[in-house]
């Protein structure tokens, strides 16, 4: 099968970026023919000035990327087009170019851009709906993007625009959203149940079980405001077990968070910075617990697949796809998200308990096996593939 998949990385690498590589090494290794369509966001590093005007056009619809687009199908003509990122430089655009021709659309929903202009649910530390529960121009209003009315404006006409041009309600347009409760929420604002399938996130390669757990706690994400990190560490301070917590990752908050950290003396807290994925893979897995404190509504955090992969439990906000991947008191804890009381309570008893943390490591792992491996992933998206072509072929679109 020729599979051509599509994706915008960010400025900064995230989980998207790593599960548009990971699918594509898959397809590859299975013996497809994969062809990408790939435009950075760091091309918006050029617009400067008055130049940046040109980026509403382009995020709306980006009349280069459709142009590259069409000539790309014509030489290529892939049995089916995946997509995963369109924002900015690519835009949606590209998916009439697929309508037009008849060529089966896959697009995954790593967020909830097509509703929220963030594409989190996340504003003033805490989960926002407003912009389902009234209309874009609340986001507008409280310029929720970066913090400024006129960018956040420039995603809600995106939004808005191909709305009323039915980009996302094409017979031709299926999805595949990363959990159940992600896939609910989009059902009830409108996308078609019947063409949104549920295929979770996955790791490879499979970095095993370790030999052993070390004397550590971790957390693994972006230090940014949704992911709560500053919880993470209220909880630590609270605790009665100061364990040491190792914190992986970059973000807007990293320096912040670290300042807080040295200015409290929470010397048992290390912030290890921006570190490349196998060494990721490594420290989390010989981690005796993972520690996740977001308070969005996280699609499926890779970090928690990976731990999984390791063998390592998950104590993670009782909210969103968390609590559907993490099952209480089997993989992992819950907490009630945004309560550093509750947080410190559950971290202590973990530490404290390390024989039933184990055992829910083994069962985590054995959830990967059965869940979140490469194979399974594998068979999961043919499937899907399969059925997207045979009904696209069917309804003649």
Partial sequence: MK?????????????????????????????????????????????????????????????????????????????IVHVHNTFVMISPSIFSACHKRGIPVVHTLHNYRLLCPTGTFYRDGRVCEECVEKSLWSGIWHACYHQSRA????????????????????????????????????????????????KPNFVHPDPGMPDGKDNYAVF??????????STLIDAWERGTTHFPLFILGGGSQRFELEEDARR???FGIHFKGEVPRADVLRIVGRARFMIFSSEWYENFPVAIAEAFAGGTPVVCSRLGAMQEIVSDGVTGLHFAAGQ???????TDWAWTHPEETNAMGREARRQFESKYSAEVNYKLLMDIYDQVISRTRALGC
């Avoid at 693994?220 to 990190?229: D, T």
Wanted: with cysteine.
């Fill in 3 to 79: 599979i051509l998949i599509v994706h915008n990385p960010y400025q900064r690498l995230g989980g998207e970026d790593i599960v548009f590589n990971q699918e594509r090494l898959m397809l590859e290794n299975a013996g497809h023919e994969v062809v990408t369509f790939v435009r950075h966001n760091d091309e918006v590093k050029q617009y400067t000035g008055l130049r940046q005007l040109a980026l509403v056009p382009q995020a709306i619809w980006a009349t280069d990327s459709r142009r590259q687009f069409e000539a790309l199908l014509e030489k290529e003509k892939p049995s």
């Fill in 264 to 266: 409290r003396r929470l």
């Fill in 220 to 229: 693994a994400g972006r230090l940014s405001p949704e992911k709560r990190v």
């Fill in 340 to 346: 550093p009381d509750d947080l410190a309570a559950k």
């Fill in 151 to 198: 960018t956040t404006a420039v995603i809600a006409s995106m939004i808005a625009v191909h709305r009323k041009l039915n980009t996302w309600t094409h017979p031709g347009h299926f999805y595949i959203a990363l959990c159940e409760f992600a896939r609910q929420k989009f059902i009830a604002t409108g996308l078609p149940e019947d063409r949104i399938f549920v």
